[in-house]
T-cell receptor, first 115, second 113 residues
């Protein structure tokens, strides 16, 4: 398997524009996570899905952020409108099963810069 | 609620020296504990994990960690550092009932020749 695939790897956009980040989890995995990494706040869980259903979105910063998982092989994280403070590396991860002992596999991340 | 504290955001070691990264956790239920490594411009990769059973767990690349319930700790060690160990290391906690990982702030390791 190719692992968790994220696109794009880098995104530079102007403030106010819409940004869509994409993730393809590992085939067969039924949990998917979106994380944000910044120098100031470290790794933050934004939202996670189980069997395509959002389970916990308490980490989503505000209404400008939304995430969808229309099927088991694809998820998007959208920011609209984007702001400079959204600049960060966004990671998608997937795992098999619901139990806490299962390993999460991370994509290589999308580095977002909002100017 | 669960939380993780990693002592020291940066650690510098000489090649061949012991690597010790400290992690303390807080959890109201039996924890599942993880160490992840992140190389530059890469995602996180699992080094090792503790769920139940033996409290000393061995991972990849010669790393190991010991779960000490009385100290609420899960420190990561490697007897002899290699240049390739230069990376950032994250401790994380979850539980049997939960699925979301709570990460510590990370420790960046620099290996000096």
């Amino acid at each position: 398997d190719a692992g968790v695939i994220q696109s794009p790897r880098h995104e530079v956009t102007e403030m106010g524009q819409e940004v869509t980040l994409r993730c393809k989890p590992i085939s067969g995995h039924n949990s998917l996570f979106w994380y944000r990494q910044t120098m100031m706040r470290g790794l933050e869980l934004l939202i996670y899905f189980n069997n395509n259903v959002p389970i916990d979105d308490s980490g989503m910063p505000e209404d400008r952020f939304s995430a969808k998982m229309p099927n088991a092989s694809f998820s998007t994280l959208k920011i609209q409108p984007s702001e400079p403070r959204d600049s960060a590396v966004y990671f998608c991860a997937s795992s098999l099963g619901e139990a806490g002992s299962t390993e999460a596999f991370f994509g290589q991340g999308t580095r977002l810069t909002v100017v | 609620a669960q939380s993780v504290t990693q002592l020291g955001s940066h650690v510098s070691v000489s090649e061949g020296a012991l690597v010790l990264l400290r992690c303390n956790y807080s959890s109201s239920v039996p924890p599942y504990l993880f160490w992840y490594v992140q190389y530059p411009n890469q995602g996180l990769q699992l080094l090792l994990k503790y769920t139940t059973g033996a409290t000393l767990v061995k991972g990849i690349n010669g790393f190991e960690a010991e779960f000490k319930k009385s100290e609420t700790s899960f420190h990561l060690t490697k007897p002899s550092a290699h240049m390739s160990d230069a990376a950032e290391y994250f401790c994380a906690v979850t539980s049997a009932a939960g699925n979301k990982l709570t990460f510590g702030g990370g420790t960046r390791v620099l290996v000096k020749p």
